[in-house]
T-cell receptor, first 114, second 113 residues
Framework: GENVEQHPSTLSVQEGDSAVIKCTYSDSASNYFPWYKQELGKRPQLIIDIRSNVGEKKDQRIAVTLNKTAKHFSLHITETQPEDSAVYFCAASKSGGSNYKLTFGKGTLLTVNP | NAGVTQTPKFRVLKTGQSMTLLCAQDMNHEYMYWYRQDPGMGLRLIHYSVGEGTTAKGEVPDGYNVSRLKKQNFLLGLESAAPSQTSVYFC????????????FGSGTRLTVV
């Protein structure tokens, strides 16, 4: 089955700096890659996703890039703010066939220091 | 439109007791999932369902049972709770399964003493 590795496990940045979280996946057939943000004590929420026919996707201060050849994808947050502090999870899946579920990375705790 | 609702939000059980966690969604989603979240372990899939009347095992199914008698509800049961089942449990639902995003419930914090 699919295996998703996520790095780093913790990341501390100063407010205004950029943050990058990287994930690798094992199944070359995977074609859907979402990112979730989980604030302390809250539920995970989808913040951005990318499909394999796209190399990069942006939404304001966040962007995701995908390198299918290397089987890795990354989350980029620019101009970080204290409210970006949270645990971020990457995930992967493939559509079609008997696949019905996402495989998650173990998460990255991002701390943005004022 | 409440999305995904989990009950209860908190529970303390004694070892050997049983309980049922309820997940309800009002988005007409076919797919529903139960995950547990432990520090440093991320989100691990316990069981899932691809439609009313169906269930399937996930990554860590031992000690849990599930039922999906109605499309909108997905129940997670612990027949004989153990301290190793102390965790935060999240239910999620999806319109298109793994090919689309999940909507998560707010979680249930379970402590087994």
């Amino acid at each position: 089955g699919e295996n998703v590795e996520q790095h780093p496990s913790t990341l501390s940045v100063q407010e205004g700096d950029s943050a990058v979280i990287k994930c690798t996946y094992s199944d070359s057939a995977s074609n859907y890659f979402p990112w979730y943000k989980q604030e302390l004590g809250k539920r995970p929420q989808l913040i951005i996703d990318i499909r394999s026919n796209v190399g990069e996707k942006k939404d304001q201060r966040i962007a995701v890039t995908l390198n299918k050849t290397a089987k890795h994808f990354s989350l980029h947050i620019t101009e970080t703010q204290p409210e970006d502090s949270a645990v971020y999870f990457c995930a992967a899946s493939k559509s079609g066939g008997s696949n019905y579920k996402l495989t998650f990375g173990k998460g990255t705790l991002l701390t943005v220091n004022p | 439109n409440a999305g995904v609702t989990q009950t209860p939000k908190f529970r303390v059980l004694k070892t050997g007791q049983s309980m049922t966690l309820l997940c309800a969604q009002d988005m007409n989603h076919e797919y529903m999932y139960w995950y547990r979240q432990d520090p440093g372990m991320g989100l691990r899939l316990i069981h899932y369902s691809v439609g009313e009347g169906t269930t399937a095992k996930g990554e860590v199914p031992d000690g849990y049972n599930v039922s999906r008698l109605k499309k909108q509800n997905f129940l997670l049961g612990l027949e004989s709770a153990a301290p190793s089942q102390t965790s935060v449990y999240f239910c999620a639902s999806s319109l298109v399964g793994g090919a689309g995003g999940y909507t998560f419930g707010s979680g249930t914090r379970l402590t087994v003493v």
